[in-house]
């Protein structure tokens, strides 16, 4: 039997990923600060512990697993990211992180590594045109990231790939493009626009309306979790190191994504656009590279994903709304 290792298990992607491996009929080990919030983990074996910790890091890498996949990062949405207030942690947590668990591997002779790394790390000055934003995989440099999370995501692609260079490794590194799905993060700051929006649509009165951070023209593409992880293991058991974008090229705007969701959820509402993080003004998925090398790419619509991200949502939504007191 087949073993992997799943750092970050207790996180939407993560999560996912461990389902998925387990269906291939393999033996997996997850690895988390926390238990998964919202499911059960179906991995065999889940350690939960700080891999900033380099004891922990190298007790949980204890042997050469067939594949090893490193989702583990100190992340979020805009609210979270954009903010400036978390830089600090943000570099230091996923940086420390990286480093032990590519030493760790590397010490155990574990042939190869899948990072996700993301489009954060895109520069800032090829994204400020909503309508052409510039992700292809050569655009990266000179280096301009918006935030501190997109530079240290450079910082370890950089990292993986050296050792590829250096020791021999097969790392993988690709470039996340905005994953949503069912299971994730929908509330208190981390969630990214996609949960957002459900759950603004899942709390709104019908004929009521939505807050929307800036005039919601800025541009992203998202996709669905499913797709991710295709893309992921094809991947990591392809003969290309990348990085490449796994990501969407369906390119909408906010507002097209709020209202969207609103009439999956048959309700008309109303946009009410205030000051908050928006990021770069456009970001989409350059999907030419992944095409090329993997002869695949991510092909469902939005409007799917969101029809199987959104029901969820709304159930967790009313599960967490107190009872009224009567009158």
Known sequence: MKTALVCGAGGFIGGHLVSRLKREGFWVRGVDIKAHEYTETEADDFAMGDLRDQA???SVIDRRFDEVYQLAADMGGAGYIFTG???AEVIHNSAMINLNVLDACHKRNVKGVFYSSSACMYPAYNQEDP????????SAYPAAPD???GWEK???ERLYLAYNRNYGMRNRVARYHNVFGPQGTWDGGREKAPAAMCRKVAKAAVGGSIEIWGDGAQTRSFLYIDECLEGTTRLYRSDFEGPVNIGSEEMVTINQLALMVADIAGKRLELHHVPGPQG???RN????LIKQKLGWAPGATLRKGLEQT??????QVMGNQKPRKAA
């Open 131 to 138: 309508d052409n934003p510039k992700c292809s995989e050569d």
């Open 280 to 282: 770069v003004r456009g």
């Open 147 to 149: 935030s501190e999370y």
């Open 310 to 315: 959104y029901p969820w949502i709304e159930q």
């Open 56 to 58: 922990f890091c190298r």
């Open 85 to 87: 207030e978390h830089d």
């Open 154 to 156: 450079l910082f370890s």
């Open 285 to 288: 998925s350059d999907n030419a």
